[in-house]
């Protein structure tokens, strides 16, 4: 799950644009330049090695820690069928030894100064990431940026850590309330890579070779598509110095020539499969809910009003669906509404977790939410709030160096550009009631997927 304007963990503010900025080339030398001064945080700069590859950082002096990540543009969606997973697959295997590191060396590196690592597969990106203090940033920058560059995905490791993923997809089968949304995503997109699970699936893993994945992992990981971001007590220069030499000699070494990759256009498009139910019978003591349909793409101008209007319906304890599903009826102990934005497309859901005997009548009544939302808007006073619980998350996600370093990699690596923290809170205020009202009408009134799981037949629900 996404939202366009959180800061911490998977989301990110989004600049700027109707259409993603150009990818810069590189040349002959590196390119840096100040992006932005901000008074709520540091100076962010950035600079475009010759070979593509962008460093980013936000300097902030008054922090002793400093996060530093690695964000690779390649996802569960850029895999071939038969390849599903490989993305995940090649995150577990990066920590797992390199030409100059054992998988013990890396993370006892990191441990033994206090710091941790870790990293995660989206449905279009992957991270690696570390936080240290600030005096050790240059063991971090050269064991990262080893493991990701460098890895021999030895034969062995690609077994044992077939195991754990196996075991990992198992695990998650094991969590209804996890494994709804990925079946929520399977009936909106079909056959779509975006309908796919991030992790694969027992049929993909277990045929998967160690050739297949290191030549997805040497084709795939290229200058271009890569950012680099740190945020914390640190000096641009300095980080920019010594990503190169961690980096060269290997194949996302400066010398390496890499033709530019295009972003994803939004204005390419994704085929949705028609609304449909799709139920999963499972023995679980709740139903969990998810009901919502294709919404936005992350270019789009009226995210910001797209993100109020979610707030004002499953966005908190003062939201609409909380309040009549809760707080009034207690028919539920979790309801919520959620964005996913991707390059060409995005949703719009509701999940809700409530007795098997519930559903019916909890699913009556999101439904009512949101034809009511559809056909009257909201309220003046609901446009205040919705805005202020914008404007409150984005700033108060900023308050670590994680956080930070993520707003850098994904405004860089999904749009090739960043927005202020400045311009950001000003786009939220300017949403105007007859901006999110037109966006409820749009959204709310398309027919919606439902997906279930919970002690049921497949053919309830039907409508």
Known sequence: ??????????????????????????????????????????TVRRTTLPNGMRILTEAVPAMRSVTFGIWVGVGSRD??????????????????????????????????????????????????????????????????????????????????????????????????????????AEVVYGDHPLGRLISGTVETITPMTRKQINSFYR????PPVIVVAAAGNLDHATVVKQVREAFAGTPLGDDV??????????????????????????????????????????????????GVLNNVLGGGMSSRLFQQVREKRGLAYS?????????????????????????????????????????HGITAEELRRGKG????????????????????????LLHGDLMSVDELLRRIESVTLDEVNHIAAKILNTPMSLAVVGPFEETAFQP
Do not use: W
């Open 257 to 306: 020539a890499a033709s530019p990759e295009p972003t994803r256009s939004s204005h390419s498009r994704v085929k949705h499969r028609a609304p449909a139910t799709l139920v999963r019978p499972d023995d679980t003591e709740q139903a969990h809910l998810v009901l919502g349909g294709p919404a936005l793409h992350r270019h789009d101008e009226r995210r910001f009003a797209l």
């Open 335 to 375: 309801v919520y509404s959620y964005t996913s934005q991707y390059a060409e497309t995005g949703t719009f859901a509701v999940y809700a977790g409530c007795a098997p005997a519930k559903a019916e009548e909890v699913l009556a009544l999101i439904r009512q939410e949101l034809s009511d939302a559809a056909a």
């Open 1 to 42: 799950m996404s939202s366009a304007f959180t800061t911490g963990g998977e989301p990110a503010p989004q600049p700027t644009g109707s259409a993603p900025a150009t990818r810069p080339t590189g040349g002959s030398r590196a390119v840096t330049r100040t992006v932005d001064s901000d008074p709520l945080g540091g």
């Open 389 to 412: 619980m914008l404007k409150g998350s984005l700033v108060l996600g900023l308050e670590d160096t994680g956080s930070r370093m993520s707003r850098l990699g994904k405004g860089e």
């Open 79 to 184: 895999e071939a069928p038969q390849l599903g997973g490989a993305s995940h697959f090649l995150e577990h295997l990066l920590f797992k030894g390199t030409r100059k590191r054992s998988a013990l060396d890396i993370s006892a590196q990191i441990e033994a100064v206090g710091g941790e690592t870790n990293a995660y597969t989206a449905k279009e990106y992957t991270c690696y990431y570390a936080r240290v203090l600030d005096e050790d940033l240059p063991l971090a920058i050269d064991v990262m940026c080893d493991a990701v560059a460098d890895s021999v995905l030895a034969e062995a490791d690609v077994e044992t850590e077939r195991g754990v993923i196996l075991e990992e997809i198992a695990m998650h089968a094991d969590e209804p309330g996890d494994e709804v949304h990925d079946l929520h």
């Open 219 to 222: 084709r795939r990981y290229a």
